[in-house]
């Protein structure tokens, strides 16, 4: 099982720039999730989605959009980059009863100039 | 609201000492609480985690973990670190009542072995 995948690995955007970068999982999970890391500051949530055709805001969702195209994939878009939006995103999956732990993909590292 | 903090930036123990990594939490209602490990350039990997149950839970690569209620922790143990325990560890929560379905990350410890 390739359990959670993400493309790209790396991007550098400019400023007003647009991206989506994707994520799809294989261990039929209802919950996916995106996340942005930065030093010192843990992981920190942008949006959610509990199940096909739901999402949801998280901590730090401007600037962000984000589409449950099926149960699988769970994309990402930044509209129009900025330098704050240099960071590593992480997307992940879980199921939302029994074990619900997370399962992480790789990691897309965005620079924004 | 949910909240999880690890008081510790950084934890540098000897190869073959106990290792132990902090956490405590706040969270509506029972927690569900996770501990996950990241290697550089990688994602997160899954360790251990307590849902209900014993208080002392075990996980991947000799990792254990105590649940205690009344202080609202959950510390991460390892009776002998070893060099390759080194790595950045993070300290969840999942709500069960509001924020239903959302992480809190806690900002990570690095922990650091020297041989």
């Known amino acids: 099982n390739a359990g959670v995948t993400q493309t790209p690995k790396f991007q550098v955007l400019k400023t007003g720039q647009s991206m989506t970068l994707q994520c799809a999982q294989d261990m039929n999970h209802n919950s996916m999730y995106w996340y942005r890391q930065d030093p010192g500051m843990g992981l920190r949530l942008i949006y959610y989605?509990?199940?096909?055709?739901?999402?949801d805001k998280g901590e730090v969702p401007n600037g962000y959009n984000v589409s449950r195209l099926n149960k699988r994939e769970f994309s990402l878009r930044l509209e129009s980059a900025a330098p704050s939006q240099t960071s590593v995103y992480f997307c992940?999956?879980?199921?939302?009863?029994?074990?619900?732990?997370?399962?992480f993909g790789p990691g897309t590292r965005l620079t924004v100039t | 609201a949910q909240s999880v903090a690890q008081p510790e930036d950084q934890v540098n123990v000897a190869e073959g000492n106990p290792l132990t990594v902090k956490c405590t939490y706040s969270?509506?209602?029972?927690?569900?609480l996770f501990w996950y490990v990241q290697y550089p350039n990688r994602g997160l990997q899954f360790l251990l985690k307590y849902i209900t149950g014993d208080n002392l839970v075990k996980g991947s690569y000799g990792f254990e973990a105590e649940f205690n209620k009344s202080q609202t922790s959950f510390h991460l143990k390892k009776p002998s670190a070893l060099v390759s325990d080194s790595a950045l560890y993070f300290c969840?929560?999942?709500?069960?009542?509001?924020?239903?379905?959302?992480?809190?990350f806690g900002a990570g410890t690095q922990v650091v072995v020297t041989p």
């Open positions: 969270v509506s209602g029972n927690p569900y």
């Open positions: 989605s509990a199940s096909e055709g739901t999402t």
């Open positions: 992940a999956s879980s199921e939302n009863r029994g074990s619900y732990e997370q399962y």
């Open positions: 969840a929560v999942r709500g069960t009542t509001d924020s239903w379905g959302k992480f809190q």
